[in-house]
């Protein structure tokens, strides 16, 4: 179990990413910047962003403006649209790289599947491209399922090091859970607070208690403990610093059970499956 909130795991493909760190999604790219720095003086060394969140550019001066080595941050980012050639999707990673105003990002996701599209075997296949050439130092999935990770298994070389899907309480994911440490994936937890549905859940508030935290720090240490990775949303100072305040208490094994338990299957968005293919 980790330690702290920068101590790093090894993915399977030898690169080390910290396990907790911190989603900027809905922060405008005028916030970022600001929100960045005070997350990395705060401690965290992992940022997740996407181009669908319009802040790259945040991201990418925030890292720059904290003073800090670009190598000991890790950036992920994310393919948002579904291109049928090669061509399309590496000029959108290197657009991705100039909004950063980065050479390489640590970790590059597809951001849906989209099956009815038919295209992620494709994009998979120019990641691989992208991959080596050195300028994402992994690569990894977003809300894919295990029947995708099925046909990447087939049909292409390089097995993705982390998926990174909708986990809380409610929604536990236990099943893909298992099924990624089988394959040797990093199951990564967006949403993990349940889009604060978390606060009110007389279980997880009744736990805060028992350990002197709140719902939401009981929740983190819970994903922590199952060896997911969280990445909470922070915009504010307080709340980021409270979001690291879980590396001081462990949850028993009855209080990971009666967390499991409250798994009612509630997605917070679409299904991986049925997700628009817009």
Known sequence: MIKNISERITLANGVTMPLYGAGVFKISDRDTAGAVRDLIETGYRLIDTAPLYGNEEGVGR????????????????????????????????????????????????????????????????????????????????????????????????????????????????????????????????WAPLARG????????????????????????????????????KSSKLERMQTNADIFDFNLTEDDLKRIDALNINLRTAEHPDTMNSN
């Open 62 to 189: 925030g890292v720059r403006d904290s003073g800090i080595p670009r190598e000991e941050v890790f950036i992920t980012t994310k393919l948002w649209e579904h291109y049928t050639d090669e061509e399309s999707i590496i000029r959108a990673f290197d657009e991705s790289l100039r909004r950063l105003n980065m050479d390489y990002v640590d970790l590059y996701l597809i951001h849906w599947p989209k099956p009815q599209l038919d295209l992620y075997v494709t994009m998979w296949k120019a990641f691989e491209k992208i991959y080596r050439s050195g300028r994402a130092r992994a690569i990894g999935v977003s809300n894919f399922q295990s029947s995708h990770l099925d046909r990447l298994a087939r049909e292409c070389e390089i097995m993705p090091v982390l998926n990174q899907v909708e986990a809380h309480p409610f929604l536990t994911q236990q099943e893909l859970r298992e099924d990624l440490t089988k394959r040797g994936i990093v199951m990564q937890a």
């Open 197 to 232: 549905r978390v606060i009110k859940d007389p279980v997880l508030n009744e736990l805060g208690d028992k350990y002197g935290k709140s719902a939401v720090q009981v929740t983190l240490r819970w994903h922590l403990q199952h060896g997911v990775s969280a990445i909470p």
